[in-house]
């Protein structure tokens, strides 16, 4: 089974400044996906960036980043030169390709921007 | 409009009832998904399926049951409702699974009296 973990607390960051939100992943499947998500206060998903398990270069997607370190089980996403509209929810999520084909998210990291 | 949507978007119903939720994509894509979300919880996997008439507990199903007849459609059936069951609801799908972003419908924030 696919787990993912996001412990942070609450996070407030300063508009311009860079973020960093922690995402630890668990699962059997050799072949698998990372996504993030943002959800603002309207509360849509909205996607943000993805990196394959074979994937060798880091994913980027405009001001977004992926830290994708394999042998730690760990993905964690970036946002440069913060902005107020960052201010949300963020959800990293797994999905396997053989063993299950469940899209399990974690429990999330809230962020606020501050002008 | 092409695009994923769920009906209806708010809904009140009293503990007992037996209430759907809809969830409808114009896209044909293979994989949908049905999710609570909670303060404290984050998305939490209640049914999904990867084709029509293949479906599959995910984390929380008990109280739910779903049907897949026609791949556009994905209906959650709550049979039995109560009030634990107060929750926003949400329905995705995806075609590609592992290398494509899932899609969301906006939600359906349901409450149980």
């Known amino acids: 089974a696919q787990k993912i973990t996001q412990t942070q607390p609450g996070m407030f960051v300063q508009e311009k400044e860079a973020v960093t939100l922690d995402c630890t992943y668990d699962t059997s499947d050799q072949s698998y996906g990372l996504f993030w998500y943002k959800q603002p206060s309207s509360g849509e998903m909205i996607f943000l960036i993805y990196q394959g398990s074979y994937d060798e270069q880091n994913a980027t997607e405009g001001r977004y980043s992926l830290n994708f370190q394999k042998a730690r089980k760990s993905a964690n996403l970036v946002i440069s030169a913060s902005q107020l509209g960052d201010s949300a929810m963020y959800f990293c999520a797994i999905v396997g390709v053989y063993g299950n084909n469940r899209l399990a998210f974690g429990k999330g990291n809230q962020v606020v921007v501050i002008p | 409009d092409a695009g994923i949507t769920q009906s209806p978007r708010y809904k009140i119903t009293e503990t007992g009832r037996q209430v759907t939720l809809m969830c409808h994509q114009t896209?044909?894509?293979?994989?949908m998904f049905w999710y609570r979300q909670d303060l404290g919880h984050g998305l939490r996997l209640i049914y999904y399926s990867a084709a029509a008439d293949i479906t599959d507990k995910g984390e929380v199903p008990d109280g739910y049951v779903v049907s897949r007849s026609k791949t556009e459609n994905f209906p959650l059936t709550l049979e039995s409702a109560t009030r634990s069951q107060t929750s926003v609801y949400f329905c995705a799908s995806t075609q590609g699974l592992v290398d494509t972003e899932a899609f969301f419908g906006q939600g359906t924030r349901l409450t149980v009296v």
């Open positions: 896209w044909s894509h293979s994989y």
